[in-house]
């Protein structure tokens, strides 16, 4: 990660201080929703005492827990008309599919990019484009493994309708998957939200389909990366 440039006429840090700038920049921060599963294996290893593999164990686990909840900083491209990722992972699907039966919209089948997300992958949710959340709808499902396409309609998922500025009807879907149990959603209907905000969290590996309005044109394919917040999916009619 490149440093960002000291504005003129601040003085440089130097010494410990600087080596924390230095540490902060280099490790993400933690989402807040993984505060008490970091907590709790450090409480282990604190109350391990002189037992060696207790204090391990509790050390190793808070480190692959924080891993996990890690909530890197992110910036958008600035660009109009455009739809970011709203995830890491592996796109699984290109294609056109109906949008979640719940949510009313129809069942004419509209572009769709499906986002596998791995246990290794950051798992907060970013906000794919600017917009005023219109519906939110949690669905009670199955949890399947999240990379199998009948995961869309089978899994437990929470989806969000945005509609932009300029009137375009995006939806973001959050799907759990076999090891997900729990899907968080921050905001509600109402809310005014600008693209690239973290949103929302699914634990622990799962998956996140965007639906566009028809015309918009797809520039991913199936097997590439995104990067949350900043992976351009698409570009809006």
Excluded at 201 to 223: H, K, M, N, Q
């Amino acid at each position: 990660m490149a440093r960002r440039p000291t504005p003129p006429g601040t003085p440089e840090r130097t010494g410990p201080g600087h080596i924390a700038d230095l540490v902060r920049a280099a490790i993400p921060p933690l989402h807040p929703a993984g505060l008490p599963f970091v907590a709790a294996p450090l409480a282990v290893a604190l109350v391990g005492g002189r037992r060696r593999w207790l204090r391990r164990t509790g050390l190793v686990t808070a480190a692959a827990t924080a891993l996990f909840f890690r909530h890197p900083n992110r910036v958008p491209p600035n660009r109009a008309n455009i739809v970011v990722a709203p995830a890491d992972g592996e796109i699984a699907l290109v294609d056109t599919a109906p949008p979640p039966a719940e949510l009313g919209l129809g069942d004419t089948p509209l572009p769709r990019v499906s986002i596998f997300l791995s246990v290794l992958d950051v798992h907060v949710q970013r906000v794919p484009v600017s917009g005023t959340v219109r519906e939110i709808a949690y669905q009670r499902g199955q949890f399947r493994s999240a990379d199998l396409p009948e995961a869309s309609s089978a899994n437990e998922r929470n989806s969000m309708v945005l509609e932009t500025g300029s009137g375009h009807v995006v939806t973001v879907v959050q799907i759990a998957g076999l090891l997900a149990r729990r899907i968080v959603c921050d905001v509600a209907v109402g809310d005014r939200i600008d693209m690239g905000e973290t949103y929302g969290l699914i634990r622990f590996g799962s998956r996140v389909d965007t639906y566009f309005p028809a015309g918009t044109r797809l520039l991913v394919e199936p097997g590439q990366r995104t990067i949350g917040a900043e992976t351009v999916l698409a570009e809006l009619p």
